[in-house]
């Protein structure tokens, strides 16, 4: 059993983070990236997490029937050593293996790959938007190696992106369904921005929705999901599309 993985939390029960699976999400400590939609910063420091391996392994055998899959996510998971470890053993007790994952850490995402029985795939920006999006310059080319990774790998996937106007225009979002087409991905999900708990003023100021022309034209492209950001209570949700 891997005693130091570094456990920023635990989601007891979803049936949103796995398809077609009733799972629980273990959120790892640690992310090298700074997104600035990050709703998560308590979890980008590698730092000692809330709880143990061991103590959730031990909830976890009191699931079993119960729970039928286990995700990791973050932070960023492939960011911790312990990870294959962990999934091995979730898989020793019959749990399904999720991930989700930033794609910033291709040669560890590739090694944990095959553990895996579903992963969940951003893809943040295409390489001249990386930094402006994640805060971390450099860092779009491993995106690219990471969708290339996973498409390659066998494994279910699902590759999604977050959509904000101010960090990923129109043009940039019909060149990434551009790429995705070419490399043969059959459904990209976008998410919309929430404003929920973002502590960027800004990118909640300019906030918008998908626009439905836009969402065409993707949709010409290659299939496009859209998750609908949250609309705030009291406000109208005119111009929310779909
Ligand atoms: S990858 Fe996720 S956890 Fe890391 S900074 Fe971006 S949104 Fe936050």
């Known amino acids: 059993m891997h005693e130091t993985l570094r456990i920023g939390g635990l989601t007891r029960f979803t049936t949103q983070d796995f398809p077609g699976r009733l799972a629980c999400v273990v959120h790892l400590q640690g ?116 969708l290339d990774v996973v498409l390659a790998g066998g494994v279910p996937y699902e590759i999604r992106t977050t959509y904000h106007p101010s960090l990923l225009p129109w043009r940039t979002m019909v060149e990434m369904a551009e790429t995705l087409a070419a490399r043969g991905v059959a459904e990209w999900v976008i998410q919309e921005f929430s404003c929920a708990g973002c502590p960027d003023a800004r990118l909640v100021a300019e906030a918008a929705p998908l626009p439905d022309p836009l969402l065409a034209e993707m949709g010409s492209i290659l299939p496009v999901k859209v998750r609908r950001a949250p609309v705030p209570a009291g406000a109208s949700a005119a111009g929310g599309g779909v």
């Open 31 to 146: 992310c090298p990236l700074a997104c600035r939609y990050c709703h998560a910063p308590h979890l980008r420091p590698k730092k000692p997490g809330q709880l143990t391996w061991p103590d959730c392994l031990s909830w976890l055998e009191g699931r079993r029937g119960l729970l039928d899959g286990v995700v990791f996510s973050g932070g960023e998971p492939c960011s911790q050593e312990g990870l294959d470890a962990a999934l091995a053993e979730c898989a020793e007790r019959g749990f399904a293996t999720g991930l989700h994952s930033s794609g910033v850490l291709p040669d560890p995402l590739a090694r944990i790959l095959p553990l895996l029985d579903w992963i969940g795939l951003d893809w943040k920006a295409p390489p001249e938007l990386a930094g402006l999006v994640t805060g971390r310059a450099r860092v779009g080319q491993r995106f690219l190696l990471a």
